[in-house]
């Protein structure tokens, strides 16, 4: 049982399109994230959720927004496509538990906009 | 802005050799530091330190918290080609996990 799901894989697309990107967590964690990977490797925070709270990284432009319809799903959509978004998409998934939390990956979503 | 450095960016080396990977870290409020792989594709933990001088080991690897110098080392003796991965180093603070930009490790035959 996949602990940290995303869909799809692969994601290749035009310039312009919006798309969505899924992520589930059977693990029963409370708060859920997404990371963009670029090509030089750099895993940086896009977003944290939990049912209380949406903290968003300031750099991340407002074409992206994460819907939770509800604490197991954490779902990535992105209007109006660039080049520059082409990357990998990490879900991830944790549980803070008194103050330290260790986080469970999805196996990456990779977005090539052409 | 939360800070996580890692050294070297990539490393070569034989197998058999051993290795090792420092990170060094400035965070708010620290709690806690992370160890992963990443080979293709989801990064897999490794480690989790809290404490300064506590050395965190699975078989080969192992790791030591410096909370006083800032810093996080990864130790792996006795390389093999399997441990050829991206190494990930990252800090919890205040803005939450902030990650390094890694270590391309490449152990060669």
């Known amino acids: 049982d996949t602990a940290v799901s995303q869909t799809p894989k692969y994601l290749v697309t035009q310039m312009g399109n919006d798309k969505s990107i899924k992520c589930e967590q059977n693990?029963?964690?409370?708060?859920m994230y997404w990371y963009k990977q670029d090509s030089k490797k750099f895993l940086k925070i896009m977003f944290s959720?939990?049912?209380?709270?949406?903290?968003i990284n300031e750099t991340v432009p407002n074409r992206f927004s994460p819907k939770s319809p509800d604490k197991a799903h954490l779902n990535l959509h992105i209007n109006s496509l660039e080049l520059g978004d082409s990357a990998v998409y990490f879900c991830?998934?944790?549980?803070?538990?008194?103050?330290?939390?260790?986080?469970?990956f999805g196996s990456g979503t990779q977005l090539s906009v052409l | 802005e939360d800070k996580v450095v890692q050294s070297p960016l990539s490393l070569v080396v034989h197998e058999g050799d051993t290795v090792t990977l420092n990170c060094s870290y400035e965070?708010?409020?620290?709690?806690?530091l992370l160890w992963y792989k990443q080979e293709k594709k989801a990064p897999t933990f490794l480690f989790m330190l809290?404490?300064?001088?506590i050395e965190k080991k699975s078989g080969r690897l192992s790791s030591i918290l410096d909370k006083k110098e800032l810093f996080s080392i990864l130790n792996i003796t006795a390389t093999q080609t399997g441990d050829s991965a991206i190494y990930l180093c990252?800090?919890?603070?205040?803005?939450?996990?902030?990650f390094g930009k890694g270590t391309h490790l490449i152990i060669q035959p």
């Open positions: 991830a998934s944790s549980q803070r538990t008194g103050g330290a939390e260790k986080l469970f």
């Open positions: 693990l029963g964690h409370d708060t």
């Open positions: 959720y939990n049912n209380k709270e949406l903290i």
């Open positions: 965070v708010t409020n620290f709690r806690s």
């Open positions: 809290t404490s300064s001088g």
């Open positions: 990252a800090a919890h603070g205040a803005d939450g996990l902030t």
